[in-house]
């Protein structure tokens, strides 16, 4: 149909294919902590925020979990909490009055029942329930390498960044090691737990990268910032997460 005749009034993108692009969001199934007995889950905006960068880019996400099934996210995470930790996030405000969108947490699909070859980019998303579930979870290293070994972007930011620390690649090594990468920075795991008055995450995203080669850096406390390594991309905690779904999208192109 024309654009003369097209009923099609929503935002116009370049893209260099008339077919259907596709990108997979990961986030955490929910889980209770350890070190606080906090019910945990995937941190909202970490989802929201790189949803909607993609969808208005013009490529189709599909959510998925590493076990499949219902979501959720960190209550701090819910701008309608009322603590009100996240109230100026309208985009997730917008994504969870939206019952189409908020549908998509109900039934996620698993890793395993995905045909990876169909996207483009895999993005992990962090969260609180990353740190307890993402570190030693085989089909999240699979998936990971999936798309490395296709030569695809793998992205991740935040605690979601603990699914990369023990991910080795077919030759046995680190896929971090003598990478440049972020993640959730000591000094705010320090700020975190001098507000909740508990240590409350069992171990640190920035230790565990140096200590399997990685070369962390950071931009400062709670700063957004990401940086790619050649298909690697990272993002050091939420306030991340839009820089790093732009640094998806460009160097992925459209």
């Not at 945990?40 to 993609?54: N, S």
């Not at 996210?73 to 100026?88: F, K, N, Q």
């Not at 975190?192 to 850096?217: M, S």
Request: net charge negative; hydrophobic share 40%; aromatic share 8%.
């Amino acid at each position: 149909m024309s654009d003369a005749t097209s009923t099609d009034h929503r935002m116009r993108t370049d893209s260099r294919t008339d077919r259907v692009r596709e990108i997979l969001i990961v986030v955490a199934n929910p889980t209770v902590s350890s070190t606080t007995n906090w019910p945990v889950g995937f941190w909202g905006a970490e989802l929201t925020h790189p949803y909607y960068e993609l969808s208005e880019a013009g490529f189709r996400v599909t959510i998925a979990s590493p076990s499949g099934g219902r979501v959720e996210m960190d209550g701090l995470s819910d701008p309608r909490d009322p603590s009100r930790w996240s109230a100026e996030d309208l985009i997730t405000m917008g994504f969870v009055n939206t019952p189409e969108l908020v549908g998509l947490l109900e039934e996620t699909p698993s890793l395993d029942s995905l045909d990876l070859s169909r996207f483009e980019a895999v993005l992990i998303a962090g969260g609180q329930a990353p740190m307890f579930t993402y570190r030693d979870n085989k089909s999240l290293h699979h998936t990971i390498r999936a798309f490395w070994d296709a030569e695809k972007i793998v992205a991740a930011y935040c605690h979601g960044v603990a699914a990369l620390v023990d991910c080795d690649l077919e030759d046995g090594s680190a896929l971090v090691a003598g990478r440049t990468v972020t993640g959730y920075a000591n000094v705010e795991e320090d700020f975190v737990d001098r507000v909740a008055g508990v240590q409350v995450t069992p171990w640190r995203v920035e230790d565990a990268l140096r200590e399997r080669g990685a070369n962390y850096i950071g931009g400062g406390l709670f700063k957004a910032f990401a940086v790619r390594d050649g298909r690697l991309i990272t993002g050091q905690q939420q306030y991340s997460s839009r820089k790093v779904a732009q640094a998806v999208i460009a160097a992925i192109g459209v």
